[in-house]
């Protein structure tokens, strides 16, 4: 493996009002290397890593290319230099189609400015048909599911000869199948010397692929390593800055009556005869693979999308959910897996962000009690640990795991009864995943039921009391706790039972 240094930066400083993301980094990757970036939500990585890119311009410091020093206006500039980027937030233009995405920011135009649209179109069709995709070139991307969309990124990515490639949770939403697609691609973009940013909080998939780890921690490099002189454990302690035990904190409580029935419900193309229940005190998972039809009950049961048969009870009764607030009068709240498409105001704050859904509990008489909002909203920010300068700072400037926290807070706000909570953990590093787990732990305890859509199959058979196992839209075995093992879920999430 090549000792070549590809990339470098040197004293890197970036500051944001209230809070300094960077001081003085200094970090390098080795020529057709994997590096890992690892650490907590807020740790400075994806700053980092938009400076490469040119997003943001840094307050000081020097970034090397084959060490000869570059100056990265924007995006446009850092392709040019062979810099590219998968960003953590899929930033997308619902309204866009597939080949648009494609070609944004190198579209062919002829020398009069004009698009060659039949250029795109062939290019595209050509592409889609190497990779083995079957979109349509003209298909908007709010057609395409999330997983859709990432390995879309993934693949613009790859296909523009760069020669650093920064990957910001490529992951988070795709398939197994797909994430092993995506490290045979690294694995031959490596064999071409091509330089490879990996930023993940899956620290088995880091170990998996990494030749080199640095840790950060709070805007600083705590320690640039090669990923076989380390492990797991010491990465999480350089991480947190402390030693993690009992990853789930999972307690013995009193399963009470039943909370919610689900019986026979069915979609049109969808899911069908999807029958469950939830128990008060209970967490249940529900496990499959990506596409399993897990979501798209969920988004049933909280009235986001219609049903075309089947009953849902709530504590015996019969409700008729028509949408999501009479879901909610009925008790019931859910943490979308698209908080991009459905969970945040990017402009407002994070306080309001988090209040917005809660506002009657601060209302009296047509006024705004501000200042009750801000401490229920501050004491749930202090229990999960939600790091912001402050409540005004908007959530748009909030880290990725960060902004996850404050919907959580949001949705706890307003106290349910039944928690639905899609991929709650995604993109959250261990610390924050122990808070969510431990709010969960709670909720049980106050006798609520909560439901987790996860696609970890460690934090579902660690945290959760039953589990419903789900393939092609149906629930293909129920699981109790004695018959937990990650090989028995996936028999049934791969129909191979
Ligand atoms: N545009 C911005 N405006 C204000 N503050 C910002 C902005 N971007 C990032 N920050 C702040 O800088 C710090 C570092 O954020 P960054 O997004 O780099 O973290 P991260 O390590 O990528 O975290 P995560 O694992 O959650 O994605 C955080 O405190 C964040 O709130
Ligand atoms: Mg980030």
């Known amino acids: 493996m090549s000792e070549e240094v590809k990339l470098r930066v040197s004293q890197i400083e970036k500051s944001f009002p209230g809070v300094k993301a960077l001081d003085k980094i200094d970090f390098s990757v080795r020529k057709g290397t ?3 970036l690892c650490g907590e939500n807020g740790a400075g990585k994806s700053t980092l890593m938009k400076i490469i890119n040119g997003i943001y311009k840094p307050d000081s410091g020097q970034i090397f290319i084959d060490e ?6 924007d995006p446009i500039q850092g392709q040019s230099l062979g810099i590219a980027m998968i960003a953590q937030e899929l930033n997308y233009v619902p309204e866009m189609s597939v080949e648009e995405n494609l070609f944004l920011g190198r579209l062919p135009v002829n020398k009069f400015g004009k698009v060659n649209w039949k250029e795109v179109r062939q290019k595209t069709l050509q592409f889609l048909k190497e990779e083995g995709l079957n979109y349509k070139p003209d298909q908007k991307l709010k057609t395409l599911t999330v997983s859709d969309i990432q390995m879309l990124e993934i693949i613009k990515a790859i296909s523009n000869d760069a020669q650093i490639i920064v990957m910001d949770e490529p992951t988070s939403a795709i398939t197994q199948k797909e994430v092993e697609l995506l490290f045979k691609k690294i694995g031959i973009l490596k064999e071409k010397g091509v330089s490879i940013i990996y930023i993940s909080h899956k620290l088995d998939e880091v170990f998996q692929i ?3 780890i640095t840790v950060f921690r709070d805007g600083t490099v705590v320690k640039s390593m090669r990923a076989e002189s380390t492990d797991i454990n010491e990465v999480i302690a350089l991480m947190v800055g402390r030693k993690m035990e009992n990853v789930y904190p999972k307690e013995e409580i009193k399963i009470g009556e039943n909370l919610l029935d689900v019986k026979d419900l069915c979609s049109d193309c969808l899911y069908e005869n999807v ?13 499959g693979l990506v ?3 897990r979501t798209e009950v969920m988004r049933s049961l909280f009235g986001l999308d219609g049903i075309s048969s089947g009953e849902v009870l709530i504590s015996g009764k019969k409700v008729c959910i028509k949408n999501v607030s009479s879901s909610i009068k009925n008790g019931m709240i859910m943490l979308s897996e698209d908080r991009r498409r459905y969970g945040i105001i990017p402009v407002r704050s994070v306080m309001e962000n988090a209040s917005l859904s809660s506002l009657d509990q601060f209302v009296y008489g047509g006024y705004t009690h501000r200042k009750k909002e801000k401490t229920t909203v501050g004491q749930y920010f202090d229990k999960m640990n939600v790091k912001t300068p402050t409540l005004n700072t908007s959530i748009r400037s909030l880290s990725g795991g960060n902004q996850q926290k404050v919907l959580l807070a949001k949705w706890m706000l307003r106290n349910p009864d039944i928690l639905i909570l899609d991929e709650p953990t995604r ?3 261990v610390g924050a995943k122990f808070e969510i787990y431990k709010l969960m732990t709670e909720m049980a305890k106050a006798g609520k039921g909560v439901i987790m859509v996860s696609s970890e199959l460690p934090e579902l058979i660690g945290m959760c009391d039953r589990i419903y196992v789900m393939c092609q839209g149906r629930i293909e075995g129920e699981l109790h706790k004695d018959q937990f ?10 129909g191979t039972c």
């Open 34 to 36: 994997v590096h890992a």
């Open 291 to 293: 596409g399993a039809g």
């Open 68 to 73: 000869k020093p570059v100056q990265v206006k």
């Open 210 to 212: 990494a030749d080199d």
């Open 275 to 287: 029958s469950f229940h939830l128990q008060r005190g209970e967490i249940i998972g529900f496990a």
């Open 485 to 494: 093992s990650q090989e028995a879920i996936m028999k049934f999430a791969t």
């Open 427 to 429: 993109g959250i590093d």
